[in-house]
């Protein structure tokens, strides 16, 4: 993938720093893929992030929301418990995964169902940034005085 120099954007703009650590970012792909989740968009605010996390329970996961960022991480502490595997294919091992979340986006709730962990979103836009329908008041005939002009009569 090819690197775009923002040095430009940078001498132009102010407040967009965030958004241009956002695309710097974008390349840099994640050095694992360890555990496997998906970005569901339920409805226009909605959102669900799930994760398989195979093996945790919900003492060995801790959700964080800090500033406009996510942070899950799980460890397992009953991971050593001197079993002798001749194959182990289900993974337990630590993790941190890292999403960035747009302004206003809220966390509503999280649940460990069938290995599967669902962290519920809500875009909740403040009542001052909503649009708001301007109504027109015309002018109303009573108010209107009209002048008659003596001469013309």
Known sequence: MRSYDLTPLYRSTVGFDRVFDLLDSVGKA???????YNIERIDENDYRITLAVAG???NDIDIERRANSLTITGSRTDSDD???????????RSFERRF?????VQVTG???VNG???IELKREIPEAMKPKKIAINGAETSNIKVIKDADAA
């Open 100 to 104: 960035q979340l747009a302004e206003h």
């Open 110 to 112: 999280a649940s460990l």
């Open 56 to 58: 945790f329970g919900e």
């Open 116 to 118: 599967l962990l669902n």
């Open 82 to 92: 001197g079993s002798d595997f001749l194959y182990q294919g289900i993974a337990g």
């Open 30 to 36: 994640e050095s694992t893929g360890y555990p496997p």
